[in-house]
């Protein structure tokens, strides 16, 4: 009977281990992702800099020439106004993919806690059909085995008991 159940916690520390594997694989996987986006994400802010950078510059300059270039500087003027379109164009698509990383982490999280809810239950439930299936047969061949020896000790004692063990046995049931 302990060599049953040191097998059955041997599976259920089995299960949990495998299962904390997988969670951890899931956990390094998304840890990946999502250096791997802010890794892309510092290659960019550069570039974002610098651009904004040359906008600032642009703008200063068709600042100056507003005075004498009147049509011009509309066209500058608009010119700006579309470079930080595509900067702010470029933000909102970086804000996009973080927030899809982040998404996904999530649900990601929610699979792995599905799967070790079920896991648990599962294992609940093997438990219990174990209990039910293995050990009350047991339970039950083990009080025949009783009766069976009880009888045949009775059966094969031979001859009638002494005082002292007919006391004895009397003493017992007062």
Do not use: C
Not at 78 to 106: C, F, H, P, T, Y
Not at 134 to 149: D, K, N, S
Not at 160 to 165: C, D, G, I, Y
Request: proline share 2%; net charge negative; aromatic share 4%.
């Amino acid at each position: 009977m302990d060599q049953t159940l040191l097998i059955v916690n041997t599976i259920a520390v089995v299960v949990a281990a495998v299962a904390l594997v997988l969670h951890m694989l899931f956990s390094m996987g998304t840890y990946k992702a999502v250096r791997q986006l802010q890794g892309q994400f510092e290659e960019l802010m550069p570039r974002i800099q610098t651009f904004m950078t040359a906008a600032d510059q642009t703008l200063a300059e068709t600042r100056q020439q507003v005075a004498g270039m009147g049509a011009k500087v509309a066209e500058i003027t608009g010119q700006a106004q579309e470079v930080l379109g595509m900067a702010r164009a470029q933000l909102v698509r970086i804000d996009n993919v973080l927030s899809d990383a982040a998404e996904r982490a999530k649900a990601q999280m929610d699979r792995v806690e599905l799967v070790l809810d079920d896991t648990i239950s599962r294992l609940h439930q093997t438990m219990t059909a174990l209990h039910g299936g293995v050990m009350r047969p047991i339970r039950e061949i083990q009080g025949l085995a009783a009766g069976l020896q009880a009888m045949f000790s009775t059966l094969f004692r031979g001859g009638r008991p002494t005082v002292a063990e007919a006391t004895h046995d009397e003493e017992m049931f007062i």
